[in-house]
């Protein structure tokens, strides 16, 4: 079953996150990551959440994306968004294909 990454990211420093950006989707890939929204025009339809940068990535499934995000791979990229941006992150289950 697939899952989903949702990542709200308030970027405090543009330039390192910018490496971060350039390096960390070869990492995801390996794990069968692939965006599905990165940093795109955002309306608020209900609520007061205010987003900052969104992220939605998906993978074929948790145990996928929970490898990819304690990789040795993505560990040093995660320290270098640690230094640049305060970041909400959350590991979403998808559901299962309903038959046609």
Known sequence: MTAYLIADVDVTNP???EEYKREV???EA???GKYLG???LTK???GDWQPH???IIEFPD???LMAWYESPEY???KAIRETCARTRIIALEGIAAVPS
Do not use: D, H, K, Q
């Open 15 to 17: 330039a390192v996150f």
């Open 25 to 27: 989707p070869a990492t």
């Open 30 to 32: 390996r794990y069968g």
């Open 38 to 40: 990165r940093g795109g």
């Open 44 to 46: 608020i339809l209900e």
């Open 53 to 55: 940068r969104l992220v």
């Open 62 to 64: 948790m145990a996928s």
């Open 75 to 77: 560990a040093p990229l």
